[in-house]
């Protein structure tokens, strides 16, 4: 049971915008980093956000992160249909002193 | 790069040690995770170990059945996964962390997964 809620889906059509927002508490987002990662089946799991707002060398500034309190947001920009895949948020949780994940989002370029 | 291995179909009840080697990363200096995904689930986080290997944590679903170490002269992280059901069926990822210890969230680098299967 995952302790972040994300959207199930999001969908935008090419070169559009998109946000994916991670909702948690004060004992995970609220106080600790978060990354996101991208799902494509086939592939291995790509960090495309950590440290709320850094990009890993290789992903595009199309994609940016922030956080505000206790959710975390992803935005990728200028949608191309390779960006499509699940997108996952993580962090730590200090109460449960465990890693934590959101439930997930499909995002569909149209 | 983090290279998972030691999957496979398990029977019900067995074990199995999952690896994972690393590759042009100073490991010694680095926490690392395991997380598993269920097949049609999403993300479960299962363990974490220190850059020394001297403070480890265990989700409550493989507390008490697993054990998470790391050979750091070996690059290797491990997961010992006993008394398995086919609920443990998923596939299974190493995941590097930022730092040494205290994690914050800070998962920088995922491996390829290995399939784990229970059944008989």
């Known amino acids: 049971q995952s302790v972040l809620t994300q959207p199930p889906s999001v969908s935008a059509a090419p070169g559009q915008k998109v946000t994916i927002v991670c909702s948690g508490s004060s004992s995970n987002i609220g106080n600790n980093d978060v990354s996101w990662f991208q799902f494509i089946p086939g592939t291995a799991p790509r960090v495309v956000m950590y440290g709320n707002s850094k990009r890993p060398s290789g992903i595009p500034d199309r994609f940016s992160g922030s956080k505000s309190g206790a959710s975390a947001t992803l935005d990728i920009t200028g949608l191309q249909t390779g960006d499509e895949a699940e997108y996952y948020c993580g962090t730590w949780d200090r109460s449960l002193r465990a890693g934590v994940f959101g439930t997930g989002t499909t995002l569909t370029v149209l | 790069q983090l290279v998972e291995s030691g999957g496979g179909v398990v029977q019900p009840g067995g074990s199995l040690r999952l690896s994972c080697v690393t590759s042009?990363?100073?490991?010694?200096?680095?926490?690392m995770h395991w997380v598993r995904q269920a097949p049609g689930k999403g993300l479960e986080w299962l363990s974490y170990?220190?850059?020394?290997?001297?403070?480890?944590q265990y989700a409550d679903s493989v507390k008490g059945r697993s054990t998470i170490s790391r050979d750091n002269s070996k690059k290797t992280l491990y997961l010992d996964i006993n008394s398995l059901t086919p609920e443990d069926t998923a596939v299974y990822f190493c995941v590097k962390d930022l730092y040494g210890w205290n994690p914050d969230g800070n998962f920088d680098h995922w491996g390829q997964g290995t399939q784990v299967t229970v059944s008989s």
């Open positions: 170990i220190r850059d020394n290997g001297r403070e480890v």
């Open positions: 042009g990363m100073t490991f010694r200096v680095f926490g």
